[in-house]
């Protein structure tokens, strides 16, 4: 199992990015996604979450109008589309695969992207 992001870096205030997450080992279609980052010296956060066929989604208050998730079943791909940014992005933004069976809850962690913005 691999969760691979990609697309961080140093961007200036009011720039975009947009990240990616390739999955590979599990069959993507059948988890939900989700992306989650942590500031040096804070707990990690929710930032969004996308349902398995991708239509639902939900945004933290503080991604709200600016970032958008979305998947690609066929591409094993999830993207968090971040327009706007702000200095408090700043963060090391990770994706998460989740799965519930009816009994037992498994999830994966990507590594990791760090997103930098400043001026």
């Known amino acids: 199992v691999q969760l691979v992001e990609s697309g961080g870096g140093l961007v200036q205030p009011g720039g975009s990015l947009r990240l990616s997450c390739a999955a590979s080992?599990?069959?993507?279609?059948?988890?939900?996604m989700s992306w989650y980052r942590q500031a040096p010296g804070k707990e990690r956060e929710l930032v969004a979450h996308i349902t398995r066929a991708g239509d639902s989604t939900y945004a933290a208050d503080s991604a709200k109008g600016r970032f958008t998730i979305s998947r690609d079943n066929a591409k094993n791909t999830v993207y968090l589309q971040m327009n706007s940014l702000k200095p408090e992005d700043t963060a090391v933004y990770y994706c998460?695969?989740?799965?519930?069976?009816?009994?037992?809850?498994?999830?994966?962690w990507g590594q990791g992207t760090q997103v930098t913005v400043s001026s």
């Open positions: 998460k695969a989740g799965y519930y069976s009816g009994t037992h809850y498994f999830d994966y």
């Open positions: 080992g599990f069959t993507f279609s059948r988890y939900a």
